[in-house]
Structures are given as C-alpha cells and as structure tokens.
C-alpha cells in the first residue's frame, strides 16, 4: 500500500505562482507513475500532468507551457510547479499514485486547495 500527501496550496493572484508536492510513502517501489488531477466546483476530476518511472511527462492542453511536474532523483517527491496561474486554475489538486493491481488502480491523496483570485 502506498500512503499520498499534496502539500503547496494556497491563494495567489493572477498571473502568480505557486509549486504543489506530492510525497509518497510505503511501498513506493511499486509506483509506476504519478498524476496531478484537479477537481473544481461541479466538475469532474481531470488528468493535469503525469510522469512515469521512466521520466515521460503529459500535460493537459488547458496547462501546457504553464505547469511542470518533475520529480527529484528518489522519485520522491513529485512537484507540479504553476506558473501564469489564471483564475479557471482554482481547484482542489489531488495527486495519485498508479499502482498495478491497486484499487481504482492507485492511491489518492487528499487534496490541496489552489485558489487564484485577486
């Protein structure tokens, strides 16, 4: 089993940044990638940004040139750095970590709220 916890979010203003983290724990040999998803108001949850072990990153379109998630030389954790934040990027930001054979197919974390408002 592997335990999640985002960490990073906060309010900031338009055309601000910020860098979320995602700390994995437990079994993290078993990680085969990390996702950043967010979920606003009324909305689905929706895919940001992943990498796998191997280093390959995907991006929404709604984010691409603006948010990178990387990761440290341990794999752990896993950043997502925001930069030119806009207002639709107000969301809570979960992170989940896949894993082969685990439920809903990975671990959640509970989620950091990211507000951009002036």
């Known amino acids: 089993q592997v335990h999640v916890v985002e960490s990073g979010g906060g309010l900031v203003q338009p055309g601000g940044s910020l860098r979320l983290s995602c700390a994995a724990s437990?079994?993290?040999?078993?990680?085969?990638?990390v996702g950043w998803y967010r979920q606003a108001p009324g909305n689905l949850r929706d895919l940001v940004a992943s990498?796998?072990?191997?280093?390959?990153?995907d991006y929404a379109d709604s984010v691409k040139g603006r948010f990178t998630i990387s990761r440290d030389n341990a794999k752990n954790p896993v950043y997502l750095q925001m930069n030119s934040l806009r207002p639709e990027d107000t969301a809570v930001y979960y992170c989940?970590?896949?894993?082969?054979?685990?439920?809903?197919?990975?671990?959640w974390g509970q989620g950091t709220q990211v507000t951009v408002s002036s």
């Open positions: 990498i796998s072990n191997d280093g390959r990153t």
């Open positions: 989940k970590a896949l894993v082969a054979g685990a439920p809903q197919g990975g671990y």
């Open positions: 437990g079994s993290i040999f078993s990680i085969l990638a």
